[in-house]
């Protein structure tokens, strides 16, 4: 163990780089080197490094007050919640503040059991919801490999991908819910067909199952619209949501139809630091900018851009959508992403060792893509070995 990490759990495989600033899409190390961010921290960093209008936030609220927890009403929360409710599908109307994606789901998947009173969850071959309890049991592969737990808290079935058949057997009276990613995050950016994500709506309508939708990485406008469920035009039950919901500060949030919250009491459920005021400051600044400055829009193009111009060099197709792509490599993506690096591009693999894995910043520009294709048509043979 080196003398950095001393005292630090070493979990995480790193690269080569230690950032210690950065502006923009832009990461810069301790002896200036300028790295062009093409991961966005998994997914984290929406609206990239020092944005004004965050940082403005940040220190606004954190003069006024720095926390203070759901004991007592605060208007910087229900100014957030009114915003996201707004930014979310319709019939989204009530929202749940935590602190990270696997919180959002396991609340979720929580909800779904207990407002249906059953016991079976339904869950998607490759797809990854977090590594607590319920979240884990619904992630594919877990129990083989990291999960913990002597037992998973309910019973659960996993289908294949856009396996409509089998997806529809799946759900029956005994589902409480079906959760699904949109696109397929930590699986290469996977995205599903529009008759699968049509059909589980069409299959929990029937059974009576709640359908949540898993968008920690696909929602606050990833895929070029506010969530996936917009990008699929499918109305979920709920709605979870984390990653770069705040820009970089650690929150997330449950977005559920009202209905759902009829029996909801106090106590019904409960969090120390999530809804903090710090957090709604910043997702307020997330949302307004993302409106105002016409993201979406800027997703849509710049994400078309890429597909147009960087399957070229180790890159042969592309897939997922908006800012959650995955570029097929002809090479492992470990070696792709290692070149990039030396060249100062940022990017990251997934579960699928043939996929580099790109989560930029919304902020992105058509310079950037550029940057990225020239360096990849640069990449040869040669550079892998």
């Known amino acids: 163990m080196n003398a950095r990490a001393a ?25 200036q080197r300028r790295v062009l961010d093409f991961y966005g921290g998994h997914a984290v960093a929406g609206l990239g490094y020092g944005h004004p209008r965050l940082t403005e936030a940040l220190l606004t609220q954190g003069r006024q007050l720095l926390f203070q927890s759901n004991a007592v009403t ?32 396991e ?26 309890a319920a979240a884990g049991a619904v992630t594919w592969g877990a129990r083989d490999r990291w999960y913990g737990f ?24 005994e589902t409480a819910g079906v959760i699904i990613e949109p696109v397929q995050g930590v699986a290469g950016a996977f995205d599903f067909s529009k008759p699968f994500m049509t059909a589980a709506r069409a299959a929990c309508d ?3 199952a709640l359908l949540i939708l898993d968008e920690v990485q696909t929602g606050i406008g990833r895929l070029g619209t506010p969530f996936g469920a917009d990008y699929f035009d499918v109305s979920p039950d709920l709605i979870t949501t984390a990653k770069s919901l705040g820009g970089g500060f650690p929150c997330g949030a449950v977005l559920m139809r009202d209905e759902l919250t009829k029996d ?19 997702i307020v600044a997330v949302l307004d900018t993302i409106e105002e400055d016409g993201l979406l829009t800027q997703v849509t193009e710049v994400s078309a851009l ?16 908006g800012f ?17 690096l030396e060249r100062n591009i940022l990017a990251g693999t997934s579960g699928d060792p043939h996929i580099l894995r790109l989560l930029p910043a919304l902020i992105l520009q058509p310079s950037h893509v550029e940057t990225l294709a020239q360096a990849l048509e640069e990449l040869t043979d040669e550079s892998f070995q």
Request: proline share 7%; with cysteine; charged share 20%.
């Open 324 to 340: 959650l792509l995955g570029l097929k490599t002809a090479p492992r993506a470990a070696t792709v992403r290692d070149a990039l």
């Open 264 to 282: 909801l009491g106090p106590g019904a459920l409960g969090t120390t630091f999530g809804g903090g005021p710090l957090a709604c400051a910043l």
């Open 7 to 31: 005292h630090l759990s070493e979990v995480y495989p790193t690269l080569p780089f230690q950032p210690v600033t950065g502006e923009g899409v832009y990461l810069e190390d301790a002896q």
């Open 74 to 105: 605060m208007r910087i929360r229900d100014e957030a919640a009114d915003k996201l409710a707004a930014f979310a599908p319709d019939g989204l109307d009530r929202v749940f503040f935590v602190n990270s994606g696997a919180e959002a789901n």
């Open 150 to 173: 002597p037992n998973t808290p309910m019973d659960v079935t996993f289908v294949p991908r856009n396996d409509t058949t089998a997806l529809t057997a799946a759900i029956d009276k």
């Open 206 to 208: 029937v059974s009576g």
């Open 107 to 132: 609340n979720a998947l929580r909800l779904a059991l207990q407002t249906t009173g059953r016991r079976k969850i339904v869950a998607i071959e490759h797809g990854f919801h977090g590594r607590t």
């Open 306 to 321: 890429i597909r147009q111009t960087c399957i070229c060099g180790p890159i042969t197709s592309v897939q997922g959508a």
